[in-house]
């Protein structure tokens, strides 16, 4: 299953749709903490989470997903040239690297990261 | 009868005399010992209450319930002796009052042969008890002098003798009166002013106070401060001299090591904002600046000579001390103020934090540079300790470990300059990663500056007028720009221009966050940079001054707000695309929607700056490329009446990302459709490969057109994003975009143009990328 977060719900609604229509399980939530109640209900395989929201940003929403549900993959899509460091930086306090996608991202590019991550944690 | 005739003159004398004496102001009684009062005059009974009548006949020791200072039967006899005896007696008055008198008494023997004794007293109560006062508190003063004063001495009026001296362990003592104390105790150098000191105090008869030095006990030199104050008879002259004076050897040598030491220091000890204390060796608090005063809340007089630091500092942290730095050192240290000092004794400039307990017993965490203070023989003679106010630090540090578990490990991380200030911008951490990017340390900054004064001043300015503009309130530029959206709850994150230590400049992005305490009042600001210098030199030429640079930066505010809308609007068309209910010639025009939006995206993406690789490189052929450009803009150029001359040499074949090069042709084209508004002519011309610089070969192209050219002054600024001279139709980014393409594909771009003549564009593409190269070496 996937979860899609983002405070833009239409961006948040049509990611979730072109991933269901990709074939996969998904749901959209719109701010961290929303996603956060979400993770613990469903424990998603993977997040798809927007770096630039208000209350608490992308990448502490990661930090905290990474402590409490290690395992649970983490795509982050920001908009913003400075978030690369800090994103790799928090991947490194999480112990493994998070995977980033810049804005605009676009539906194929978007489905074929998923698939290669998806492939990832399955052939392990 | 000569005997009788004697004895009645001598008892007429007698009786005169007691009758002139009656009216005196002395008490003056005629008594028989072992009988009654036979005179008693008006002094008396002004003195003791009775009256005459009361008195007459009454045993005087009984009326008066005298206390003789010795038994009576030794004045007696002394009376016999020598016919008259002095002394002081206590009488008690009519009422119980208690009285005094300086007694005279003489032992007559009357014409009748009976023994009278006449009394004379005077009264002495007042006088006594005004001395009895004045000894007490001569006691209290002798014991107050002897407690916190070295030296006592008593001078002669004209200070030519000294009558005594007690030096306690600091100077010599006198014992007798000594005329050569000048020589004995005064430094040579000082003798003439301390000299000139006194004849002023002498003529205007006010104390004598002055800072000099002496000679000590051991025969080395020494510092004290001496104060005497005149003693002053009845007729208001000076009766004797009374004088103290302190050993201030410690405090003298701690101010002259301090005025060794650089002028930081002494501005820093001039400072309220910083709290100096000198101690002399053994840590006696000697100096106490209004800066420590202000923040312990002690005056300077009520510590000095008293305590030492490790007295108004944190007991348990003193004890900690002394224990980490005995396992740190080997070596066992006691809490004390040896803990304090200990690493600035053994020549280690000693830096750390510690709580300082004010006087209302309130604490306050400071952070202390403690120093030694040497003479000239290296010898410590003391510890200078400053400290600063590390209250706010301290609540930004609290704040800071409240958030969250990135922002911790960022903050102790080299890679990412993380700089917290107090409310009012001043700095209270600056990390070790700060440290590396700066150039500063954290000391150098910390309570000093705000980041602010360690920005680039034009982009604060600009940034303040940007931001005054948005708001509609005037910002000031200066640390509010900095963190003004912050302030007002909104995550902000920015490029700025940091300036080192060394003037040098460095880009950083720059993250700038509100901390908060329990009630959401703003305890001070985090500001967490990352190096940008990377991403900045692939834009190096582009951003070339601070205008540029704010440019820039719209650009991609501009570029991020649009991602938003775009993401949707693509996602939307995705779906509907990809709908399989969708109807075939609805499918077409999706494509193209799609297509258009991709290219939106692209745009901003490079207008963001970090645009990645999303083409990979292909072999492209630049006469296929400039050709099919060519047709794009075919009927424009035939509406204007251009003629279009091209001239190709074979091989001109390169890697490079197709659409780039594609836009770069385009765009040069464009701006020549533009110049040639009077139609004209348009070369377009391709040269094979050829080494330009070093062993990389490179395919050079020229556009050539004759249309109006360039003025000079506006040549300079051609590829500068936003600049154009076109204004209803130009964007001014075409030229921008064009060079940054053209840089990444490692070529150069030249212009030469003349106003009213025409333009021409040369670009050099390398003929393979570099990693190519190397791939093919």
Known sequence: MILVVDDEHAIADTLSLILARAGYKSTATYSAAEALAAVANHRPDLIISDVMMPNMNGVDFAVQVCKLYPGVEILLISGHAGTKDLVEAAGSYCGHSLDLLTKPVLPEDMLSRVAEILRRISGV | ?777
């Not at chain 2, 440019?551 to 991602?563: D, S």
């Not at chain 2, 377009?684 to 002054?713: H, N, W, Y």
Request: proline content about 3%; glycine content about 8%.
């Open chain 2, 1 to 777: 009868m000569k005997n009788i005739r004697a004895y009645k003159q001598a008892d007429e004398a007698l009786l005169r005399q007691a009758e002139m004496l009656r009216l005196s102001f002395d008490a003056i009684l005629v008594w028989r010992p072992g009988g009654g009062i036979e005179s008693w005059n008006h002094g008396a009974e002004q003195l003791y209450g009775y009256s005459e009548a009361e008195a007459l006949g009454r045993e005087t020791h009984d009326l008066l319930q005298t206390t003789h200072p010795l038994p009576w039967s030794e004045i007696e006899a002394k009376l016999r002796e020598c016919g008259h005896w002095e002394g002081e007696l206590h009488h008690v008055a009519k009422g119980g009052r208690q009285v005094t008198v300086s007694a005279r008494h003489q032992l007559a023997v009357g014409t009748d042969g009976v023994e009278r004794i006449l009394e004379t007293n005077r009264d002495i109560t007042e006088s006594r008890k005004m001395e009895k006062a004045l000894r007490e508190s001569e006691q209290c003063l002798r014991a107050l002098v002897t407690a916190s004063a070295d030296v006592m001495y008593r001078m002669n009026p004209d200070w030519s003798e000294m009558h005594q001296l007690s030096g306690g362990k600091f100077i010599t003592d006198t014992v007798t009166t000594n005329s050569a104390w000048l020589q004995d105790y005064i430094h040579p150098d000082d003798r003439a002013q301390v000299m000139l000191v006194i004849k002023e105090a002498i003529r205007t008869k006010t104390n004598f106070e002055m800072e000099h030095r002496v000679l000590r006990v051991d025969g080395s030199l020494g510092w004290t401060f001496s104060r005497a104050l005149p003693l002053l008879d009845s007729r208001g002259e000076i009766s004797e001299w009374f004088g103290v004076a302190t050993d201030i050897t410690a405090r003298k040598l701690a101010e002259q090591a301090l005025f060794q030491a650089g002028a930081l220091q002494r501005a820093i000890f001039d400072s309220a904002n910083f709290s100096s204390i000198a101690t002399d060796a053994r840590g006696t608090i000697q100096i106490f600046n209004v800066g420590a005063e202000r923040m312990l809340g002690y005056t300077a007089a009520e510590v000095m000579n008293k305590i030492t630091p490790a007295d108004i500092s944190d007991s348990d942290e003193v004890i900690e001390r002394a224990t980490a730095l005995s396992i740190e050192l080997g070596t066992p240290i006691k809490p004390g103020f040896e803990a304090l000092v200990f690493k600035a004794s053994r020549g280690i400039e000693d830096i750390y934090e510690l709580t300082y307990v004010r006087k209302d017993g309130s604490r306050f965490p400071a952070i202390v540079s403690v120093t030694a203070l040497r003479d000239a023989h290296d010898a410590i003679i003391g510890y200078l300790l400053i400290g600063t106010d590390n209250t706010a630090r301290k609540q930004a540090e609290e704040a800071l470990f409240k958030a969250g578990a990135l922002r911790r490990a960022i903050f102790n991380s080299a890679n990412f300059s993380t700089i917290a200030t107090d409310a009012n911008g001043i700095i209270q951490i600056f990390n070790v990663g700060a440290e590396r990017m700066l150039g500063y340390t954290a000391a150098e900054v910390m309570n000093k500056i705000t980041p602010a004064d360690i920005s680039d001043p034009s982009e604060v300015v600009e940034r303040a007028q940007t931001l005054s503009r948005e708001i509609g309130t005037p910002i000031k530029p200066g640390f509010e720009a900095l963190v003004f959206k912050a302030s007002r709850g909104i995550e902000d994150i920015y490029a700025l221009t940091y300036v080192r230590k060394d003037g040098s400049r460095f880009p950083a992005m720059v993250s700038v966050t509100a901390l908060r305490d329990a009630h959401e009042t703003i305890l001070g600001y985090l500001l967490i940079g990352t190096d940008n210098t990377a991403r900045k030199r692939a834009e190096e030429g582009l951003i070339r001054n601070e205008k540029l640079a704010s440019v820039g930066r719209m650009a991609a505010t501009i570029a991020h707000e649009i991602n938003n809308p775009l993401s949707s609007a693509i996602n939307a068309i995705y779906l509907v695309r990809t709908d399989p209910a969708l109807p075939e010639c609805v499918n077409s025009h999706l494509i193209l929607a799609e297509q258009e939006l991709g290219r939106v995206a692209h745009i901003t993406k490079q207008a963001l700056g970090f645009f990645r690789e999303v083409g990979s490189p292909t072999d492209v052929d630049l006469r296929q490329v400039f050709d099919s450009v060519l047709d794009i803009y075919a009927p424009r150029l035939k509406n204007k009446d251009v003629e279009v001359r091209r001239r190709y040499q074979s091989s001109t074949c390169i890697h490079a990302i197709d659409e780039e090069i594609r836009q770069v042709a385009s765009n040069i084209f464009a701006n020549s459709l533009d110049a040639l508004s009077q139609g004209g002519k348009l070369q377009v011309r391709l040269f094979g490969p050829q080494s330009l610089r070093g062993p990389r070969r490179m395919v050079r192209m020229t556009i050539a057109d004759d249309g109006e050219g360039i003025a000079k002054e506006n040549l300079k600024r051609i590829f500068e994003p936003f600049f154009t001279t076109k204004q209803s139709i130009g964007t001014g980014l075409g030229l921008w975009a064009t060079s940054e393409l053209v840089k990444k594909h490692e070529g150069t771009m030249k212009i030469k143009s003349q106003l009213g003549k025409g333009t021409v564009v040369t670009i050099w593409l390398p003929l393979e990328r570099r990693d190519q190269d190397r791939r093919a070496a």
